[in-house]
């Protein structure tokens, strides 16, 4: 008996085996010659990242042109394209400024007014401005820097203003408040994205949920370091699409990270899952490995076909940076998919069965009390099924009334967290001056059409005071100042109304500034989520149809998912709004959450119904739900949670919509995983029973298999 045990029969896969066997070394030596090779282009992705206003503008917008006409000039004086951000020196006191408050203002300005020829980009200041109540002065300054040099700019001058007028307001005595805000401010208030500091803590989450899934010291090194080797092939193809022209943004790069490392994380977690189950049935790690990538593959290539089908839906989009978003997150699942598939196989064939140490697999082991958690689960769930996927859907239901709270804000200061100078400086200019100060209205009109156009925008309703400005170009230039908040629902009606009005008393007339250019971003994000919804879900439930070889299946999963989105959405916006208190979303974040919710979120639907499908085969639709769910509940769990990590990341960063992606994504993908595919999708096949496969019926041969005999070959 011992050596028929040896002596193994050719069974299918063996010459797959042979070729793994002998292309593990060239395959490990080629992704580590690449990664090198790359390396520079990787490391140089932020030169290429454009966050301008244009860069999230539709050629259509109507400020599309304005912005075009100022960088034509700015083109002509031989400058590149440079920007200029304004701040703004406040000063406040409660009763009204005295006599000493003023020589104070004075003297802050004069010091402002020195550092013009010391601090880079700073032009002298503005004469001082004192408001109508008499409580409140200011005075304000330009910043001037090349456009991939604007941050760093703007925060040496923000922080060199505010030293210079902090000790006139001092020696004003007590009372007399000062602040430094603006755009310049909220750009020095952000802060810089910490690229290097997300990449690091993505890589200690993704080691310490290996580590405690396989409570192996080697094994969590491997699948990081494909991952590290699929980052570096991503960036480097973004770097490439950005050179061609594509609009690659802050948003993307730092989403592409995360993005990469929490697909690349899921991947190998299943591979090595179903590796490690087959090492217990194969004599050889190789025949292990040709088992495991026969059975895997073909659910990988389906997971990761959905996410990049849905990227390259983002090609429908007008917004030019979420336009590009969609073939940079294509490449990165493009990316995640190779190295796990070629890299990592490698790297585990080389070093074999000793990678699980000190629990490494024996041919014959059996027993899981993971499994045994999922089996206990499955069998409540099978109790009563209809009862528990209407529970499911109801819970489901009460989340998605977060909606409710939802509110769109694109102004600057939305996206600056806590309550630093600018935000107080801003809350004291809304409070003694006109809402728009800050964010004024530019009016580009023809020379022979200024008079009318000015006549105009006095003439309308919100509008404060209009302003003459340099000219740009051959256009003559105003600024319109709101008496109500540009961002908000006022704000945009007089947009629309100077718009109107200026069409048919002042034709040519170009209405620009940011809230113009918000207010245009926010009609293409409302565009982009009316086309890209329906369309990302119907090209995913065709792969999953193909897949599953079903229809009924697909749509469940669609729509289980869907619902998981809306419930997911809901809840984060309870808490940015009532937890962490952010005034609003920016407009195309709700459309950058929908696509990784829904996208990424399907795949553990997919990991689910594939492995139930597989099981149905021999055991029938419930005993295979079951059975499905019990051998991939711990593995599928472990990967929702490694992408909820990923993506929680995200907070780390300076900016609120940043953070707004994160937790959303976070929190959509573990109730995802502990809700929707553990309790409603197990509930609702078992609901709807062998019908759920229809046209086809995989369980048709169940009854074949012997009575306590597990037939599945796994």
């Keep these: 008996m011992p050596i028929a045990r040896r002596t193994r029969r050719p069974v299918p896969g063996s010459r797959f085996a042979g070729t793994l066997r002998r292309l593990r070394w060239p395959l490990m030596i080629v992704w580590l010659i690449a990664v090198i090779f790359l390396f520079p282009l990787a490391n140089s992705l932020s030169r290429v990242t454009n966050d301008s206003n244009a860069a999230n503008l539709p050629a259509s917008a109507p400020s599309t042109r304005a912005i075009a006409l100022e960088l034509q000039q700015a083109t002509r004086h031989g400058s590149g394209q440079p920007q200029t951000d304004s701040a703004f020196v406040v000063f406040a006191r409660g009763k009204g400024l005295t006599d000493t408050d003023m020589a104070a203002i004075i003297s802050a ?17 503005s004469p001082v401005q004192r408001s ?10 330009n910043i001037t820097a090349p456009a991939n040099s604007q941050a760093s700019v703007d925060t040496a001058a923000v922080r ?75 960036q480097a193809g973004a770097h490439g699409l950005g050179r061609a022209g594509l609009t690659v943004s802050t948003l993307s790069s730092d989403i592409l990270i995360v993005l990469v490392f929490g ?11 179903r590796y490690r189950e087959e090492l217990c049935r194969h004599a050889t790690t190789e025949d292990a490995m040709a088992a495991a990538l026969r059975r895997t593959l073909p659910t990988l290539l389906a997971s990761s076909a959905t996410v990049t089908i849905a990227m390259i839906c983002l090609l429908a989009a007008q917004s030019a940076s979420l336009h590009g978003l969609g073939p940079v997150g294509a490449v990165g699942i493009v990316s995640a998919l190779l190295a796990q598939t070629t890299f990592l196989p490698a790297l585990l064939l080389v070093v074999g069965p000793t990678a699980f140490w000190p629990r490494v697999p024996v041919a014959g082991q059996t027993g899981s009390g993971q ?23 109801v819970l489901l239901g009460v989340a998605c009334t977060g909606l409710a709270a939802l509110r769109i804000d694109n102004s600057n200061l939305a996206q600056v967290k806590g309550n630093p100078g600018s935000m107080a400086g801003a809350q004291l200019v809304a409070d003694h001056f006109p809402a728009g100060l800050l964010d004024p209205v530019n009016l580009l009109a023809p020379p022979s059409q200024a008079g009318a156009a000015v006549a105009v925008a006095r003439a309308t309703p919100n509008v404060a005071e209009v302003l003459p400005a340099a000219p740009v170009g051959s256009y003559a230039n105003y600024l319109v100042i709101m008496s109500v908040s540009p961002y908000g629902a006022s704000g945009h009606a007089v947009i629309v109304d100077l718009r109107q009005q200026l069409d048919r008393d002042a034709p040519g007339t170009l209405v620009g500034g940011d809230p113009a250019v918000q207010y245009d971003i926010t009609q293409a994000s409302a565009h ?30 669609v729509a289980t998912t869907a619902l998981s989105f809306a419930a997911s959405f809901g809840l984060s916006d309870l808490l940015w709004r ?74 780390l960063e300076p900016t609120v919509y940043l953070t707004e992606v994160g937790t959303a994504v976070a929190i959509g993908v573990l109730l995802d995983t502990l809700l929707v595919r ?17 046209p086809t019926r995989p369980g048709r041969h169940a009854a074949a298999v012997p009575a306590g005999r597990d037939p599945v070959k796994v």
């Design 371 to 393: 499994a045994r958690l999922w089996s206990g689960i499955g069998s409540r769930v099978a109790r009563h099924p209809a009862r528990v996927a209407l529970a499911a859907v």
């Design 109 to 125: 300005r004069a010091a402002v007014g020195r550092l013009a020829g010391q601090a880079n980009g700073l032009a002298a200041p």
């Design 132 to 141: 109508a109540d008499g409580q409140a002065a200011l005075f304000t300054a």
């Design 578 to 651: 009532y937890g962490l208190g952010y005034s609003g979303i920016e407009s195309q974040v709700p459309v950058y959450i929908f696509i990784f919710l829904v996208a990424l979120g399907i795949d553990y639907n997919i990991f689910l119904a594939a492995r139930i499908r597989e099981e149905a085969r021999h055991l029938g639709t419930r005993q295979g739900t079951l059975r499905g769910l019990s051998v991939t509940g711990g593995v599928i769990t472990a990967a929702g949670v490694v992408l909820a990590a990923t993506f929680a990341a995200l907070v």
């Design 678 to 694: 553990t309790v409603l999708v197990p509930a609702a096949l078992l609901t709807i029973g062998e019908r759920v496969w229809w």
């Design 263 to 273: 697909a690349a994380s899921d991947y190998a977690l299943l591979l090595i899952h």
């Design 160 to 234: 060199a203003i505010r030293g210079a007028v902090g000790g006139p307001a001092s020696r004003a005595g007590d009372g007399l408040r000062a602040e430094v805000t603006g755009p310049a401010a909220v750009t020095a208030d952000q802060g810089t994205p910490t690229t290097t500091i997300l990449e690091l803590t993505a890589l200690v989450i993704v080691a310490l949920v290996f580590f405690v899934v396989y409570r192996s010291p080697l094994l969590w090194f491997f699948p990081l370091l494909s991952a590290v080797a699929a980052i570096q092939v991503a």
């Design 528 to 557: 982009d989520a009316l086309v890209l919804i329906p369309l990302v879900l119907v090209a995913i439930g065709v792969v999953i149809a193909l897949l599953l070889q079903a229809v009924v299946a697909p749509l469940v999963l």
